[in-house]
Nanobody, 124 residues
Framework: EVQLVESGGGLVQAGGSLRLSCAASGFTFDDYDIGWFRQAPGKEREGVSCISSSDGSTYYADSVKGRFTISSDNAKNTVYLQMNSLKPEDTAVYYC?????????????????WGQGTQVTVSS
């Protein structure tokens, strides 16, 4: 069974850093693209970043470009999101998700499998 498990969320002050992890199991990791998404109170789910497990290509939302870095460790079937220079507006539940069709996208509707999320709270 496909499973995606996020970890690494927590409470951090503005300007601080967190590293989120997404551990995948139950599918061939190299066949999927992995994305990070977030949902803040009163807002729709927003694509943050994504990575191709096969060729390593990446994409970022403008709101996090230059601050967040996505990476993958294929041997561990794990994708990471390094978040630096965090802002209060980054506060959200962060989800990782997987889709199998080629072509990176930050549209949550294109993703097939989802984790349960991890809370990130940035205080000012």
């Amino acid at each position: 069974e496909v499973q995606l498990v996020e970890s690494g969320g927590g409470l951090v002050q503005a300007g601080g850093s967190l590293r989120l992890s997404c551990a995948a199991s139950g599918f061939t990791f190299d066949d999927y693209d992995i994305g990070w998404f977030r949902q803040a109170p009163g807002k729709e789910r927003e694509g943050v970043s994504c990575i191709s497990s096969s060729d390593g290509s990446t994409y970022y939302a403008d709101s996090v470009k230059g601050r967040f870095t996505i990476s993958s460790d294929n041997a561990k079937n794990t994708v990471y999101l390094q978040m630096n220079s965090l802002k209060p507006e980054d506060t959200a539940v962060y989800y990782c998700a997987a889709h199998t069709l080629p072509g990176l996208t930050l549209s949550p509707y294109e993703y097939d499998y989802w984790g349960q999320g991890t809370q990130v709270t940035v205080s000012s």
